[in-house]
């Protein structure tokens, strides 16, 4: 059985360390917190916040206290509030150990598209090539192929790029796959899944 | 000097022209300057440039002068929550100019502390990077942005004593204090004005230097994504 999105989550939090200062990005990475257990991790909102506490109590929520997906959130005893442009200082100097996000397309060499489908969806990079470009290591959680069955793991990305060569790994509900020297490498199969059946749905170069 | 103004229409007056650049603080519908952009609206100032991380939505923030047609151009980074700004767009009635949302930042910051420009990885390799001066570091190459300086910068704090030195509150923060440092002239509005003396020196997140004209009044402070969780059983 492929990995449902709560797996994928919880697989990606095993990405994380004690001691952390990671970004989620929005969609499944936002559900990896869920899943950090009794590390501390730190949660970075790039809106100007260290230490994102959960979704406030019904009757609780705050205009001035959101996080980067516009949601009302709650802060925590260490919390840190900044301004945005010291916000991604933070993130451009490298500060952040690790970004979890989203990705539409995945290349063999680690480029990166999710950001834009030309003459359909035009929304915007937001914080996304501030992101990659910055942070220590990339993870992206997607689905291994759309929803007409082609990969998202491409040979080359078809759509407007992100950042180039910035995954580090990507964790699909197949399994998990490491950018390397010549292409991807599979580190992981997710439960009941074979070796074939991700490779039939995996047109980026596989490597050993 | 007295920086502080009855309301916004009295702040703005003077300030507003066609076809000029205006910085705008708040990231969402958070921390928005909703009195000045109330009051522009009012104003009905035409073909205005805004650097706002968002567009706002169709009825609060920047879009309501999306709706009144008095925004030419928007340099942002997301802008995904507002149907009548992808419609103006998408027909070509309205200019955008999408930034990496530090890259935005960093040219508010930049503008307002006498840099011209400077180097980031951001957007290397991508259509951001295009038409732009690449340039390599160590090995690596960079891209060259602009610092920019707006004609105005609207901006929202907590509170403000009457010299301008302002607090935030929470994640209200955001583009408010790169926005008010990038205009050459800054409107400030806040919630409440205190008398001077009663902000700790220590805590202020914006000194009064960067703000011209203070504005004090009520905000709606309307929330885009009501998020909660189930209030644990009482018993």
Known sequence: MPWDRNQMAARAAEELEDGMYVNLGIGIPTLVANYVGDKEITLQSENGMLGMGPFPLEGEEDPDLINAGKQTITELRRTAYFDSATSFAMIRGGKIACAILGAMEVAENGDLANWMIPGKLVKGMGGAMDLVAGVGRVVVVMDHANKHGQSKLLRECTLPLTGTGVVDRIITNLGVLDVVEGGLRIVELADGVTEDELRSLTEATLVA | ?235
């Open chain 2, 1 to 235: 000097m007295q920086k502080i103004y009855d309301d916004a229409a009295s702040a703005l007056d003077g300030l507003l022209f066609d076809g000029m650049f205006i910085a705008a603080g708040g990231f969402g519908l958070c921390g928005i300057p909703e009195l000045a952009l109330q009051a522009i609206k009012d104003a009905g100032t035409k073909d205005l440039t805004f650097a706002s991380n968002n567009a706002g939505v169709d009825d609060f923030g920047i879009g309501i002068l999306l709706q009144t047609r008095q925004v030419r151009k928007m340099i942002s980074s997301y802008v995904g929550e507002n149907a009548e700004f992808m419609r103006q767009y998408l027909s070509g009635e309205l200019e955008l100019e999408f930034n990496p949302q530090g890259t935005l930042a960093e040219r508010m910051r930049a503008g307002g502390a006498g840099i011209p420009g400077f180097y980031t990885k951001t957007g290397v390799g991508t259509v951001v990077a295009e038409g732009k001066e690449l340039k390599e570091f160590d090995g690596e190459p960079y891209v060259l942005e602009r610092g920019m300086v707006a004609d105005l910068s609207i901006v929202k704090a907590w509170k403000a004593d009457r010299t301008g030195n302002a607090v935030f509150r929470k994640t209200a923060r955001n583009f408010n204090v790169p926005a008010a440092t990038c205009g050459r002239v800054c409107v400030l509005e806040v919630e409440e004005i205190v008398e001077t003396g009663s902000l700790d020196p220590d805590a202020i997140h914006l000194p009064g230097i960067y703000v011209h004209r203070i504005v004090q009044g009520a905000h709606e402070k309307r929330i885009e994504q009501r998020t909660t969780r189930p209030r644990p059983d009482a018993a």
